[in-house]
């Protein structure tokens, strides 16, 4: 595997506090417990403050609650308006003393009201090497595209799905048989490698 963007230097940056972390997740929270295994064993200088999840299924309730995470369910059904969801996402945030908004397989589109009220502090990670397939199904996209690689990024959240600057990004190859379900775990591999080394740099290039 290679990296298109170098890690930060070993060890990771450290600052005077540690980073009060948000995460917010839809799924099965793997990258949630990936930057919590990076802050247990003293590479990442944060803490998870709360768990913010849409889903009331999500396995990510689970993980949270067995890692010992606080965490709140905010279903977007009960919502009128994605913006809605936005601002009390910002208030949930804020009432646990956080102040970065880490996007784990978060499966919704943010508003202009959440990247404001953290500004450069709203990261994502996607499962593809971007700016090539953007959005959903970026897995499919790349098999049907007939790519020799793919990967994953972790970006700055802007309006533009998927849109917003490089931090880091990992090369996974594509084998000839690969399946979205075989490609989608070797880069789920590279993610968790990623993210936490992501959310270091980001913070130490705002420091």
């Given amino acids: ?70 965490k709140v369910l905010l279903n977007h059904r009960h919502y009128p308006s994605r913006e809605a969801l936005d601002q009390d996402i910002i208030s949930t945030v804020q009432a646990h003393g956080a102040d970065w908004v880490i996007m784990a397989g978060w499966m919704r589109c943010v508003t202009q009201v959440l990247i404001d009220a953290f500004p450069g502090k709203v990261l994502n990670i996607h499962p593809s090497l971007l700016p090539s397939f953007p959005g959903i199904h970026a897995v499919d996209q790349a098999l049907a595209a007939g790519v020799k690689v793919s990967g994953c990024t972790v970006h700055h959240v802007e309006l533009k799905v998927d849109s917003g600057p490089i931090i880091i990004q990992a090369v996974v ?35």
């Fill in 1 to 70: 595997m290679a990296l298109l963007s170098p890690l930060p230097p070993s060890p990771w940056p450290r600052f005077s506090e540690p980073l009060k972390l948000a995460v917010l997740a839809s799924g099965n929270g793997s990258n949630l417990e990936a930057i919590a295994t990076a802050i247990a064993q003293g590479d990442l200088h944060a803490q998870v403050q709360v768990v913010i999840y849409n889903n009331p299924k999500a396995k990510v309730a689970e993980r949270a609650e067995r890692l010992g995470l606080p």
């Fill in 173 to 207: 190859p594509v084998l000839p048989d690969d399946t979205p379900d075989t490609l989608q775990a070797r880069i789920q591999v590279q993610e968790h490698r990623i993210y936490p080394a992501a959310i270091a740099l980001a913070a130490s290039q705002m420091a």
